[in-house]
Every structure is written in structure tokens, then in C-alpha cells.
């Protein structure tokens, strides 16, 4: 029987499955002390100079011994091997004294030869390591060592925040690099199984602090698992003590059963934006882009989205509402008396009439008569965008606006947005893992291939560009802190003026803690939970 | 093997059903109410809202109609290159026959899903929902075809060496009247091919919604319904999510039920 | 070759990578009924699709001459082949009901054959049929002819299938194993048919078949075919003279003495033959 035979292949496909899940969802045996969660994927490399992705990143700040630390909670750069720092008045000298009777993992001296080691290997050209850019010229730096607890960085132009610069700098023994099995931080790379685990260890030479014996866990394992389901699943058995980062459906799911086990620390540092393709070379219509460049069909498009709705629906109400390119939780650059354009269909029927549009029937047509219709690009695989582009598609509906909703696979999405530039509306999200806004001169500059509405401009395009263009120089050359403020506060207006970007969200930062794991102080910067990893254990450690 | 009437007749009435559904006065596909969504079975919603606050039943009756309109013409067309390649390559010269099955072989070996994810990345993006839904169909048919060819092709090699054949032409009858007569015996061959893609291609569409291919937004799909099943947070609102999947599993059946064996 | 030749056999036939027929030569007078008797396997039905030309469809090759009326088959072309098929020689299938077209009506399947050789219309084909029909003794109604050849019985579907190698009143009709499908009483029935058929018309047979009963009951001469080739070649009355040993192995597995057989042949003829030899 043929109806058998389906039945049958339907059956074992799902016996199948059920089957692999539960092979699958059997992590490996946590040791005594050890603390365990996961990573999205395999670390590129355990090279603390190398690093360029977010895993690698993570073993490196669990692993490295940094001259200073930039406290993510407190969003200040803290000494940590270096006892004291100083800047010299033109920013051009940075000082470390280094604390006395430092010692790598390995229970070798760590001096100040180590120390100018590791800074010039990481600014070495063959190195290529991604951190060297910040020096702006990495080359022209020179690192002196005058004695064995001082080290002296001449930078030959002033860096906007170098302090933060050395927290990803690990200081490993001169000429014995590692790749994390000899560090000066809390941790060290013990075991890497591909695809299933890192295994990290304490370092049993770690003595910054002054006292206790940290770290409190002998050991930190880091599940490589990217599937979010299994993962819940995993922490609901305990098997791991945290998850950074839960999807907001999941944080329902958990907060359901245990209210206690998961915290919504708001909005994150990272938008959720959409924006018209502005580039003169884009192979669309001439009229499109005549309306993408009208500062009245962006302001439009920006009043008759519901912020408050894509936040309520597309994230459970784990996120919050954008207007600005800086996060509330940045409180140091936030700018708090920004005008921005608010929800108001009514506003933006208004504005369109004044940019020339005009309704007929139900259907938006330009002042030559071009039906308004224009499609929304966004990645597939991430639900929360693809309903906040449905959701917009029906607010734009409201004005006439005919949107198509497509989603892309990534490379093809950014094949479109970097080479062909052949879209109309993109919707993406941000991650700033860094609050300072000189971190987003790339974005901002007009000339940077990062600038998405209109890529390598070879001169500003608009004056309100060039403005910005000019106040981002400003803010990452002048002396005075409130000279930047300034400066970063006028380009969120202009930003919030002409709508370049259409901020959208904030989405909030979701964690799930286990209620056994002691000594968590979340931050909403990166890592969340393990940024004080020193200090976390389970219960019932000392 | 010919067509069960009485089940036919049940998806015939299920069909009626849901384009009442969805042509009722009020009724949309796409209409969002914002505070409504997940909510309950009610007068108003028989079958709830969707985590946008739109009518699952009108979704679902449209996801349904789409999914069978489309699979049944993808169908038709993939049977009828079938039919085309397969008797070409059967009666054809030997080297027609080997090069065509050489050219299904290769097309079966391609990786389809990434074919279909550069044809998605190559359309042009204001192709309207309705034109990508008919574009997938029509690709799935475009690729569906090799594996109806084979079964075809071995169907004609079969009918080549027939009794009846050979006895024709000891009748001396001319090669064109004993290829107007084969025509008539393709039918109980092609007749299952026909109907054995149709549920292939529903599910297949099933299949690309759910990786976020297919049809778009707000056009309603079987596949982009499925999506909701993925993970356990989302079955925890509302029991209505299986709804979809329940009426996929009963479609199928039907459909594999409508084409029965005589004897 | 005498005028009374019909047809003068000299082939050799085989498949690709294995000789089938080695060597294969007989004649056959006009209006005379030759068996061609053999084990299965001996190469029977690879001869009848030689004769015919109709080796190539299966992948075989044939050479050697199939001389019929002083014309060898085996020289012309596929076209002219296609004239003499149906027309001058005509073939009764081994299984009756895979021969015809389960697609097509009974009435479909003579008008194709009737306009594969005749211009003339559908009147003079009704009017043949009429005749053939009654001849073979099938009805000749338009609802049996309408009907699909699965709607009929395996001895109506023989009765069809030998009409429709008449129609065209070919001189030779090459039977293949024709009652081998069929039970005892319709095999007799078919013998029998056949039998009155040569008489009335004087259609040379040449009646291939292992049933070596039936072969007893029906021929004038009988040729054994033994691995390809042909062993011996007699009249049946001097077949109890057979010399060569495959010949004798068949003739031991009749149910019943030779003798026995011979006199019931002579005797039991039915009732028509009677009356055609009185013609």
C-alpha cells in the first residue's frame, strides 16, 4: 500500500530526527569547578594577535593578559598588568608601569621586554593583525622598554581612545608565542576538540587581584553549537550556565517556566535600520532614485513606521523602539535632546504631498506620474527582520507605497549591497561593540565603502555629508571631550534630520543565567556574562 | 492506474472551501491587526491569528489553493518535457538516448537547492509576489522534470520492444501510424508521473519557504507557515501553529491517494 | 526454382556477440502447410522475425536470402519491405493478447492495417471485414469491434489477429506458435481454422510450433529445426522414417504412437474441409 508506505518514510523521518537530536544534545561531562557555554562556531584562531572574529575574540578575553582592561560595565579603562598608565598632553605618549612579580601561566617572569614584544608584534605588517589599524599608522609607532617595569608606546599622531586599544592586546612571552597555552590572563587554552569544544583552564600564576585566588572556576568549556533550540534545551538541564544573546521567542519560552532565569538588560548597543539606495550608479531607475534622494520621501517613510510595533511583534517586546544610530545604553554619547521625526501617518502624507507626491486611488505616484513601488531587501534566516520588513510593508502600504518584501541568502544580499548595488531598501541591523563613535567612522565618512546609502563617494554628495564628514573629523581630532560630544551630537541630528538611515529598534540584550552560577553582573557591552569571568562560579565553590 | 473520483472529488470539495474562504467579503491574506496577534479561535478568527495578528484560516486556505494551483501546473509541465525527452531519447537513435539520459543523470546530480537560491538572488527584486511564486513553481518544474524523464523513458523503452509493436509493422504498417497509436499508451505512464509530482512539488515549495526561498511576503505559503514550527518557543503560543502542517499531511495523503492501481 | 516454389529459404541470423540461426534452409510450394517443429530455444521465433525482415527492430542481423516469388526479401530496403509486409507475407503472433494494441479498438486495428496497403475506402474494408470476419467466425457487430482487445477472450483475440494477417490475402502466412496461448479446445478450434483457411485460399503456412501434435494434425511436411539449423525436412506420413536423433527425441515425447495421430489426421477432418476439398 502506497498510503502505508508514506506514512511509514513519515514515521521514521521523525524517529530519525528525535533520534539525532537526543545523540546530538548529549554535551560532554562538565568537570569539577568547570563552567561551560556555548559558541556559535569554531574560533578561527586561538592567535590573540589574529583575531578577527567574535569566538576568537571571546578566547582571547577569557585568555589574555592585557596591560589595561576597558570595564564593560562600567564602560572605563581599568589597569590590569600595567599598575598605572598615563597620556602624555598631546596624546602622542602612552606610559605603563607594570605591577611587580608578574608571571605567565607557565610560572615564567613577565617583564616589560615581553610587554614591547608583544605590542610590536602585533604592529608588525607580517603579523596582520586586524588590531594594528587603530594605531592609524601602525608603523611609524615605536615601543621602548627603559627598564623591566616600564614600557613607553610613541604614537606618531594622537588615537581617539587608545587606552581600549590595549585591552585587545594579549601580552604573551617574548619570542614564544602560543597561540593561548602560555597567557598572563585568567585562563588558559587547554584542550580544543574542532567542532565540539574549547577547553580552557585557570591559570594558576594569575595574581592581579590582589588577595583572592582568581579565578574562582578551574575551568571554563565552550560548546561549539549554533542551533537555539538545542541550546534552551541544554540549559534547561543545566548543562550550561548561561546564554548570551537568547532570541526573544526563547526568552518567553524560559521566562515562562522560571521568571528568575532570564534577565532583559534593554536596549543593546546595536540598531535595527533600513535605508534607500542613494548611489548615483546604482542600476535603477533615474526617477527611484530621484525619490531615494529626497530628503521628504525618507522623512515620510520614517513617520509612518511603527516603531512601537515592530518592537512589540517582531521582538515580544524585547526591544526598543530606534531613532538615533547611538544606543540609550550609551550613556556617554547619547545624545538626550535630539529631535527626531516620530510616528505620524498623518505628517507623512503631508510630507510626501510637499515632495510632490501624490495619492491616486490607493496607489502613491511621483510628480511624473511613476507609481511609488520599490522593494525591501533583508537577510534570510532572521525572523525578526523578515516580520519587521512585513510590518512595514503594510505601515508604507498606508501612504500608497507598494513594497516587496525579499529575502536573500548573505553572500547574495552582499554581493547586491557592496559590488552590483543593484536594490532599492535594504533592511539590516548594527552590531557596535564598541560605545565610542569614532568606532563608526566608517560608516559615517562619505568616502569609506562602508557609508551603505551611498558607497566611496569621491566628494560628499550633500552638504548635510560633507557636514558630517566634518564634524566626525572633529570629533577624532580635537583635545576636549566636549568638543566630540559636540561634534557626535550634531551628527546624530543631521543623521536624525535628513533620515540617511531610518533607525528601527534597539533589540534588547537577553540573557539566561542558571540560577546556580554566582557573581553575574551583566553588561550590556560584549561579552555580557563573561566579562567578569573572574568572579563567576557555581554554587557552592568558594 | 486511473483517477479514485470520490477522492478526487473530496479535494475538488476542500479547494471549494478554501477559495470561499478566501474570497469571503472581509476576508485578507495580509491584513495585520497588531493587537490580535496569537489570538484564540474566535468568531471572527476560526482558526486564530498569526504572530502578525492575520487570519490564519484565510492564510491557510490561500496557502493551500496557491500550493495545489502551482504544483499542479509545475506538474503538468514537468510531465510533458518528460514525456517529450523520454520518448525521444526510447525511439530515438541509441546516441539520442544516451546523450539524454546522460543530460537527466547530470541534471539529477545538480545541487538543486543552491540552482534555485542563485535563480532567487538573480530575479529582479520588484518581481511581485505573485510573479515569484509562479517563478518557483515554474523553476521547480524546470528541475523536476529529469527524474519523470527516466521513469518515462524506461516506460517507452518498454513499449519499443512490445508485441503489439512488432506485430504492427509485420502488418507493415508505416512508422507514423505506430507512433499515433503508442500516443494512447503513454497515458497510463505519464498518468501516474502526473500525479506522483504533485505532492512532490507541494512539498518541495514546503521545503524552499522554510530555508526563507519561495514565495514572498505577504503572499502566504505552505513553506513560510512551516517556518513557524521551527522552533518550540513558537508552539508554546498557540496549538493553531500545526493547523497548516495538519492540512498539508491530509493533502498529500489525498493527493497520493487519488491515483490508485487497477487490479 | 520451380513455379510451384513459393518461397526459398537460405539464411544464417544472430545477435549481437551470439550466432542464433547457423544454417536454416527449406522451400515451401504454393498453398502448402510446412511445420517447422523444434525445441524451445532451437532458434524458432528468431527465424520467423528473419523472414519477415523484422530482425533488425530486435537488434539481430540476418544474411543469406529469403527468396519469396523470386524477389529476396533480405536485398530490398526497409520501405519496399514495408509493401510486402502485411500484403504478400503476413504474420499470426505467438501470444495474442500483447500483439494487439491494448490502446485501440478491434476496429482500429484492421483500419490501420487496411490503409497501410489499400487506398480504397471504408466501404470496401467494412465489406472484407464483413467476410473475414465470419470466416474466422467472430461477430461483426460495431459493438464487439469496439471494444478493446482486454475485452475479449485469448481465442477471439487469435481470431482477430489471423483475420487481420488475411486481410490483405497474403500468399504466405507465417504463424508463429499460434495455439500456445490457448486452451486444448480453442488450439483444435485454431488448428482447425487454419487448416480450412489454406484449403479455401490456398494460402501457403508456415506453421511454426514445439507441439508437435499439432504440427501432426495440420501439416504436409515437417522441418526440424535443432540449434540453428535444420536437421531433417518430411512429409509427416514418412515422418516415422525420421532419421536424425532430435527428430526422433520429439517424436518420443508424443502423448500418443505416431500411427495413432497419422490415422486420426486422415480421419477426423471436420465437417467444411469436406466441403472445400469438394470444391
Known sequence: MRLFRWLLICVSLILAVILADLCRAQAAPRKPGELVWTIGYDPKTFDPAKVDDQESELVRYLTAGVLLRFNRLSQKVEPRLAESWGLSSDGRTVTFKLRPGLEFSDGSNLTANDVAWSIRRVLLKDTGAPVAEEFVSPGEVTVDSPDAGTVIVHLPKRVIGIGKVFDEIAIEPADRPSEGRVTAGPFVVAEYRRSQFVRLRANPHYAVADGAALPYASGIRLDVLENPEQEVRLFERGQYDFIAGIPPDYFELLKQKDPASVRDLGPSLNTEQMWFNQAPSAPIPAWEKSWFQSRGFRLAVSQAIHRADLARIAYLGHATPAYDFISPANEEWYDHQISAPHTDVAAAKATLARAGFRVNGVALQDSAGHLVKFSILTNSGNAARMKMATLIQQDLGALGMQVNVVALDFPALIERLMHTQDYEACLLGLENVDPDPNAMMNIWLSSSPNHQWDPSEKAPATSWEAEIDRAMDRQATTMSHAERKEAVDRVQQIVADEQPFIYLVYPNVLLAVSPHLKGVEPAVLEPTIAWNVEDLRLDGQR | ?263 | MSDETLLRVNLEAAYPGKSILRDVRFELQRGEILGLAGTSGAGKSTLVLSLLGLLPWRGGRVSGEVELDGENLLALNERRLRELRGCKVALIPQSPMTALNSAISLQSHFVEAWKAHEDSGRAALDRRMQDLLAEVQLPSDRGFLRRRPSQISVGQAQRVLIALALLHRPQLIVADEPTSALDPVTQAQIVDLLRRLNRRHGTALLYVSHDLVSVLRLCDRVAILDSGAIVECLPVDALHKASHESTRALLETLPVPLDVLLSFRNSAAPEPLHLVIAE
Open chain 2, 1 to 263: 492506474m486511473k483517477i479514485n473520483r470520490s477522492i478526487a472529488a473530496l479535494l475538488f470539495g476542500l479547494a471549494l472551501i478554501a477559495s470561499a474562504v478566501v474570497l469571503a467579503p472581509g476576508a485578507s491574506y495580509s491584513r495585520q491587526e497588531r493587537d490580535a496577534t496569537f489570538a484564540a479561535a474566535s468568531r471572527q478568527h476560526m482558526a486564530g491569528t498569526d504572530e502578525l495578528g492575520r487570519d490564519r484560516l484565510v492564510r491557510v486556505s490561500a496557502a493551500f489553493l496557491l500550493s495545489l494551483a502551482g504544483a499542479i501546473m509545475a506538474s503538468a509541465l514537468t510531465t510533458a518535457a518528460a514525456a517529450g525527452v523520454g520518448t525521444l531519447a526510447a525511439f530515438g537513435p541509441a546516441s539520442v538516448g544516451w546523450l539524454a539520459m546522460l543530460v537527466c543523470d547530470v541534471f539529477l546530480a545538480l545541487p538543486w537547492l543552491f540552482l534555485l537560491m542563485m535563480v532567487r538572488s538573480a530575479l529582479p527584486l520588484t518581481t511581485s509576489p505573485a510573479n515569484s511564486a509562479a517563478i518557483t513553481f515554474l523553476v521547480l518544474a524546470a528541475l523536476g522534470w529529469p527524474a519523470c524523464a527516466r521513469a518515462v523513458y524506461r516506460g517507452a523503452l518498454h513499449l519499443k520492444s512490445a508485441e503489439w509493436m512488432l506485430h504492427a509493422r509485420a502488418s507493415g504498417l508505416r512508422s507514423a501510424q505506430i507512433v499515433r497509436h503508442a500516443i494512447p499508451n503513454f497515458f497510463p505512464l505519464l498518468l501516474p508521473q502526473f500525479l506522483v509530482c504533485i505532492p512532490a512539488f507541494v512539498i518541495a515549495e514546503a521545503n524552499l519557504g522554510a530555508l526563507g526561498l519561495g514565495v514572498g511576503e505577504p503572499l502566504p505559503s505552505w513553506g513560510g507557515m512551516l517556518l513557524e514550527l521551527d522552533n518550540s518557543a513558537m508552539l508554546m503560543q498557540t496549538r493553531w501553529v500545526y493547523f497548516p502542517v495538519a492540512l498539508l499531511i491530509v493533502v498529500l495523503l489525498l493527493l497520493d491517494a487519488i491515483a490508485v492501481e487497477v487490479e
